[in-house]
């Protein structure tokens, strides 16, 4: 029988240990391979395909909405006054609150010759707004086209001492003053009139004035002025031609146009006291 020797059973263990470590490093290695060659792979990808982009056609835009006041507005400026009665009260049923549609609608029921009815949507905007110096001035236009003319100067005050820049309402009140025969009362208030504006149908006003009170000179000077700002007012042009036919009575004062309006702004500041 083979006996291991002190010698022998000493080199054992160590050969164990040799053969242990061995195979642990082996599998060591294996390991690693593995790990080292799973790393390297490389990530798979999914091709992406390529070509010319499609054009994308985008939504048309809905039409836009046109309101009812514009519509409105655009039927009376081309004549069609039933067709903007219409749209204003429509435009008024959207928002019974805003004053503009009813303003309008009541210029637009006087030119129909419907100025009961104008009367009835101005005091509802006085209702909602009482300082609007507007509805005075078109209750004033209202009152003048049914022949109540006391009415008309009343309203058109109020309006004025509202607004002392409303030189429509001035050369309204005028306008009614030269009808009832109070040419010099009319001279002041349009007078003011001009020198607010420009405009051509207040230096008419201001020529008929000046006509009623024997200023023909000056009269002329007023419609020429008015032709000058618009050459198609036939009107003043006619007018013109009447007062370039007729002779100032010698020794009629010039007059002073500046004093007058100024006569007339003093007036005024009496509307401002309420009367007992």
């Known amino acids: 029988m083979y006996r291991f020797t002190l010698d022998e ?10 053969a242990i470590g061995a195979a642990a490093f082996v599998f060591a290695c294996g390991h690693k391979s593995a790990d080292t060659t799973t ?7 999914k091709a992406t395909p390529t070509g010319p982009a499609v054009p994308v056609t985008p939504p048309a ?21 039933d067709g903007a009665v219409t749209e204003f009260r429509a435009a008024i049923a959207e928002d019974s609150s805003r004053l503009p549609p009813r303003l309008n609608l009541s210029r637009v029921l006087i030119e129909q010759g419907k100025a009961k009815e104008s009367i009835d949507e101005i005091q509802l905007v006085i209702a909602l707004d009482s300082t609007s110096g507007s509805a005075y001035r078109l209750l004033g ?5 049914l022949g109540q003319t006391d009415s008309a100067v009343a309203e ?8 002392e820049q409303d030189g429509w309402s001035m050369n309204n009140l005028g306008l009614v003053q030269i009808e009832r025969g109070q040419y010099d009362e009319a001279l002041k208030v349009l007078s003011r009139a001009v020198e607010l504006s420009n405009s051509s149908t207040f230096r008419n006003s201001l020529g008929l ?8 000179t000056a009269a002329a000077e007023a419609y020429k002025s008015a ?3 618009d050459s198609g007012y036939t009107r ?3 007018n013109l031609t009447r007062i370039s036919a007729l002779t100032e009575t010698p020794g009629t004062p010039v007059v002073d146009l500046a004093a007058e309006a100024l006569a007339f702004m003093q007036e005024v500041e009496s509307w401002k006291t309420p009367k007992n």
Request: aromatic letters at 10%.
């Open 9 to 18: 059973g000493s080199k054992f263990p160590t050969l164990v240990v040799l």
């Open 39 to 45: 790393a390297s792979l490389p990530a798979t990808t």
């Open 61 to 81: 835009p809905a039409p836009p909405t046109v309101s009812h006041y514009k519509l409105a507005v655009n039927a009376w400026r081309s004549g069609d006054r």
């Open 141 to 145: 236009r209202a009152h003048d086209f």
């Open 156 to 163: 058109y005050q109020r309006a004025i001492v509202l607004n």
């Open 209 to 216: 004035a000046l006509e009623k009170t024997g200023h023909y």
């Open 227 to 229: 032709l000058s700002a």
């Open 236 to 238: 003043a042009q006619t």
